[in-house]
């Protein structure tokens, strides 16, 4: 009997350091699952730079090909270091119900981690990597709106001040626990935070930069400067849609409880439901509007759906999620059109998707969230464009007075593959201009594709 008692008391003695033995598992596993969503929906919205990059491509002309390329790959180098230089902190260090964070290097600390204490939820440097790619984002969507007549080295430099303080000021707003979201402003994903700050970081751009050589007509006609590659500007829109899943998915930002799981699911769900829906309702409105389907407004349809839901793809039902894309289909065909009315060059409908949708997105998240307001979403889409428009317009125009923004006319038209990096996407190749009296191909038809001669001075 007493052998009994002494095993029974030395059981209750081990009980509780077998219950913390049991916990302390749950939790690193939380830890470590966290922070691998973190990572893999990082890459994801990674890859969604190769996206862009192929859309662009096929979207321009052969003669810019190369530069677009350039450019994509480029812009995403300068997001990592500007986000490590200074952009993480300024968006998430100290902002605390205010207008900006502290300036400064960005630096890992896990220390707590290691010692065995996780309730810090994930690792650092997977939130900086999933937080950076976001950076980049929206930095691309600038790349194809100026497209075809920017300076490259220009267009870097303002790459430099929209991800280094442009875009980590305006997210401390939401994200780093600033002002907005003081007042309940709610943006899950970016439709605001990233796509329209791209948005109008690109509007201001392309009305200071001015259109295309030949793209507007004096008597108010619009010429068509068709891309060079329709498929490749499908795979980027393939790209995109897939990364997207990483975009919106990763920002529910856990997958270390069942919970965070299942809205990790619906909003994945419901992402891919709101780009079927906008790539269905725009290929349905051009039907309508011009009798024939555009290849183009049906990518940019998917695009302008994925944008839509960003802002709030975690509460609409699948079938609420297919109208609200739906209705982002709609507008993006309305304003592609209009832009054009208004005589801003937008190359690739970056405009209509990024900005003008992502507007929608956000306004719509009352409908299906009651926790927000339409008086709260307006005043955080008013106050992002105001401060994204002044503070970009400032740097465009500073760049255009002193070391320029434009290439010249004779450059343009020869392509910025020759006049800025003095190689060309397709060697194999050359175009031939035919017709038009300021030098520049009056329609689609005037641009003739042939096999290449081997002297570099006959290929434009």
């Known amino acids: 009997m007493k052998k009994i008692m002494s095993l029974m008391a030395a059981g209750l ?21 966290n922070t691998f969503s973190f ?72 220390a707590a981690a290691l010692a065995g204490d ?11 990597f999933f937080q950076m790619v976001f950076c980049g984002a929206a930095c691309s969507v600038v790349s194809g709106c100026v ?64 259109a295309r050589k030949g793209k507007y007509g004096k008597d108010g006609r619009v010429n068509p400067m068709p891309g060079s590659n329709i498929p490749l500007a499908t795979l980027g829109t393939f790209i995109l849609w897939m990364g997207w899943y990483g975009f919106n998915g990763g920002s529910v930002l856990a997958l270390g409880d069942a919970a965070s799981a299942i809205e990790m699911g619906n909003v994945i769900a419901n992402t891919n439901l709101a780009a079927c829906g906008g790539m269905i309702a725009a290929m349905i409105m051009v039907q309508v509007l011009y009798r024939k389907v555009d290849v183009t407004m049906g990518l940019n349809g998917a695009l302008a759906g994925l944008v839509s839901i960003t802002a709030g793809p975690a509460t609409p039902s699948l079938g609420a999620a297919i109208l609200i894309g739906g209705v982002g289909g709609v507008l993006v065909v309305l304003a592609v059109p209009l832009f054009d009315k208004l005589k801003i060059d937008d190359v690739v409908g970056a405009l209509s998707v990024h900005l003008v949708c992502g507007i929608w997105g956000t306004m719509a998240v009352p409908f299906t969230d009651s926790g927000t307001s339409f008086m709260v979403q307006g005043i955080g889409v008013v106050a992002i464009g105001a401060f994204v ?72």
């Open 118 to 128: 996780y309730s810090g939820g994930y690792s650092a440097a997977s939130d900086w």
């Open 13 to 33: 003695m081990i009980l509780p350091s077998l219950a913390f033995a049991e916990d302390a598992p749950v939790s690193e596993m939380s830890f470590i699952l």
């Open 39 to 110: 990572l893999i929906m990082g890459i994801l919205v990674m890859w969604m730079a190769a996206g862009f990059g192929m859309l662009e491509a096929g979207l321009v002309r052969s003669k810019n090909v190369a530069t677009i390329c350039l450019k994509n790959i480029s812009l995403f180098g300068i997001a990592g270091i500007l986000f490590y230089l200074m952009g993480y902190n300024l968006m998430y260090a100290g902002v605390d119900g205010g207008f900006i964070g502290s300036f400064g290097l960005w630096g890992a600390d896990d």
């Open 389 to 460: 428009v002044i503070a970009s317009s400032v740097v465009w125009l500073v760049l255009k007075f002193t070391v320029g923004i434009r290439a010249n006319e004779e450059d343009e038209y020869r392509g910025l593959d020759l006049s800025e990096i003095g190689m060309e996407a397709y060697p194999d190749f050359q175009t031939i201009h035919i017709g038009g009296g300021s030098g520049m191909p009056s329609n689609a038809a005037a641009q003739v594709m042939t096999s290449a001669a081997t002297n570099p001075a006959k290929q434009h």
């Open 147 to 210: 497209a075809e007549r920017i300076k490259l080295w220009s267009f870097l430099a303002f790459c430099v001040v929209l991800c280094g303080v442009i875009y980590p000021i305006q997210g401390s707003w939401a994200w780093g626990g600033g002002w907005l979201s003081e007042m309940g402003f709610a943006d899950y994903a970016g439709s605001t935070l990233v796509h329209s700050v791209g948005g109008w970081a690109a509007l201001t751009g392309a009305i200071i930069l001015g």
